[in-house]
């Protein structure tokens, strides 16, 4: 009789619902979910891997740190086959990777190489970037830089969000999980090595990483607005004095006479003339009170624009 395969699951986000779920549907036994706490400071906007794994009636724990000899030995002691990571928010320690008889492999929103460590989404976002995708890789000690065994590139449009993006990543991560798991299981799936590149490395985004300069270009602008637009904390810089969050622009196709950037009002709507002429339209912005009137700011700029510093 033909034992099933057996793999402990690290998984948080929807990537880590849908690849927990792609995995119990391909007939993987699953012993044992670890995923982590929520932040109680943090906007809870995706699927919850603990509540998945409740009603496949699934054992799930979320250990303040896995990477302990005392945990080591408990998966060692559940003698799997495979280890999988999906959107798991720590790094696993090589005490962990080695409780897996047939490969560690871990889900990672980006076509690596590009786009490494953290925040990949919002990351390809901010550098204007025109797709994106999921990677499925083999863990090994240096973060994203194991063999890679599929990936699925999405398309970033011009005016996407980075939740709009994360939807397409999670469908690509699915996608890759679903083609790839019959060739992990039979023990013939492709594995090809990644070249480690300069520079494609990225860290942790900040709160404060989100403040706009007003002398850059309005693509720029824009590519910050929507790599960090609600639910993630938000673009922002000061507008006489007060502090703006811009949650949605869009480029115009116009442009204007270059000179200090300025908000106008035109065509009814609040419009943000950049250093070099090119035009932000800024269709939903809030400040400490809530949501902006920019209609009335629109009717107010047009009379009297304001400038930017």
């Given amino acids: 009789m033909t034992h099933p395969v057996r793999a402990v699951v690290f998984a948080y986000h929807d990537v880590g619902v849908r690849c927990l779920k792609t995995l119990l549907s391909g007939g993987v036994e699953v012993p044992l979910v670890v995923t982590v706490q929520d932040d109680p400071g943090e906007v809870s906007w995706f699927a919850s891997v603990a509540d998945c794994a409740h009603d496949y009636g699934l054992n799930v724990v979320a250990p303040a740190d896995p990477n302990t000899p005392e945990f080591a030995a408990r998966l ?3 003698d799997v086959d495979f280890l999988f990571s999906f959107y798991y928010r720590a790094m696993l320690g090589d005490d962990l990777l080695q409780c897996a008889r047939r490969g ?15 925040a990949p989404v919002n990351w390809a976002i901010l550098n204007g970037e025109r797709e994106c995708g999921a990677t499925l890789h083999y863990m090994v000690a240096r973060a994203d830089a194991g063999d890679i065994v599929d990936q699925q590139s999405v398309p970033i449009l011009a005016d996407d969000d980075a939740r709009e993006v994360y939807v397409k990543v999670t ?3 699915e996608m890759v999980l679903a083609r790839s798991l019959s060739g992990l299981l039979e023990g013939n799936a492709p594995r090809r090595a990644q070249p480690l590149v300069p520079g494609q490395y990225f860290g942790r985004r900040r709160p404060e990483d989100g403040r706009i300069d007003w002398r850059w270009p309005a693509r720029r602008i824009h590519d910050l607005v929507r790599a960090v637009a609600p639910p993630f904390p938000g673009a ?6 007060e502090r703006w969050w811009l ?4 480029v115009a196709a116009h442009t204007l006479t270059p000179g200090a950037p300025r908000l ?4 009814g709507e609040c419009q943000l003339v950049c ?5 932000l339209r800024i269709l939903q912005a809030v400040n400490a009170a809530g949501a902006i009137d920019l209609t009335q700011m629109a009717y107010d700029f047009e009379r009297r624009p304001v400038p930017l510093v």
């Fill in 264 to 267: 106008i009002g035109a065509a």
């Fill in 171 to 173: 469908a690509a991560a």
């Fill in 247 to 250: 949650h949605r622009t869009r």
């Fill in 275 to 279: 250093a070099d002429g090119s035009v």
């Fill in 76 to 78: 060692a002691s559940l």
């Fill in 104 to 118: 560690a492999l871990n889900m990672h929103g980006s076509l690596l190489p590009k786009y490494r460590g953290r």
């Fill in 236 to 241: 922002f810089a000061e507008v006489g004095g």
